[in-house]
T-cell receptor, first 118, second 113 residues
Framework: GAVVSQHPSRVICKSGTSVKIECRSL??????MFWYRQFPKQSLMLMAT?????????EQGVEKDKFLINHASLTLSTLTVTSAHPEDSSFYIC??????????????FGDGTRLSIL | RKEVEQDPGPFNVPEGATVAFNCTYS??????FFWYRQDCRKEPKLLMS???SGNEDGRFTAQLNRASQYISLLIRDSKLSDSATYLC??????????????FGQGTTLQVKP
């Protein structure tokens, strides 16, 4: 089946550090990838839609200068949390759609990255 | 009003029980519906897509009522391994084929021996 690899799975770092998370589709191509954030006991909240070769589309309330997204190829999107602070500590998950998929086909999720800012 | 609403539970049931989860969505234009399962501190995994005619996969049955904007998931003969959070997921308004999804807050199921 389709596989999405997300790296790293766990990050612990000091406040002020920038953290880069990678999301790769391993056996399919994805023009669109999605970045979600999940706080404890809450559901996944879409942060932004990553579009290959163009700017990402951010959801309301998500700072684009804080969460930098790059989608330079059909198999890789990166999310950089710049100058992270403790309130950015969360579970970040990416998903990807096969570019051949129709709207009623599901997305494939990465394993998630647990980010802890001290 | 939330775009996708679920009863958060938790639902505590004995092994072998039948349990049903409900979900309502606000956007009548939504076309795609899914149930995902999420284990603690893990990523969501697709359980099943939901079709208008209803669909079944083993012990799991999903139903969609477009008129009421209501989705359900029935689990028969519950197993201990069914303990998880079940997420109702709907494609977002105006998303067309972009695949943008809206997640419910999830319903937690605990199956007891």
């Amino acid at each position: 089946g389709a596989v999405v690899s997300q790296h790293p799975s766990r990050v612990i770092c000091k406040s002020g550090t920038s953290v880069k998370i990678e999301c790769r589709s391993l056996d399919f191509q994805a023009t669109t990838m999605f970045w979600y954030r999940q706080f404890p006991k809450q559901s996944l909240m879409l942060m932004a839609t990553s579009n290959e070769g163009s700017k990402a589309t951010y959801e309301q309330g998500v700072e684009k200068d804080k969460f930098l997204i790059n989608h330079a190829s059909l198999t890789l999107s990166t999310l950089t949390v710049t100058s992270a602070h403790p309130e950015d500590s969360s579970f970040y998950i990416c998903s990807a759609r096969d570019l051949r998929a129709t709207s009623n086909q599901p997305q494939h999720f990465g394993d998630g990255t647990r980010l802890s800012i001290l | 009003r939330k775009e996708v609403e679920q009863d958060p539970g938790p639902f505590n049931v004995p092994e072998g029980a039948t349990v049903a989860f409900n979900c309502t969505y606000s956007n009548s234009a939504s076309q795609s519906f899914f149930w995902y399962r999420q284990d603690c501190r893990k990523e969501p995994k697709l359980l099943m897509s939901v079709y208008s005619s209803g669909n079944e996969d083993g012990r799991f049955t999903a139903q969609l009522n477009r008129a009421s904007q209501y989705i359900s998931l029935l689990i028969r003969d519950s197993k201990l391994s069914d303990s998880a959070t079940y997420l109702c997921v709907v494609n977002a308004q105006g998303s067309g084929n972009t695949g943008k999804l809206i997640f419910g807050q999830g319903t937690t199921l605990q199956v007891k021996p």
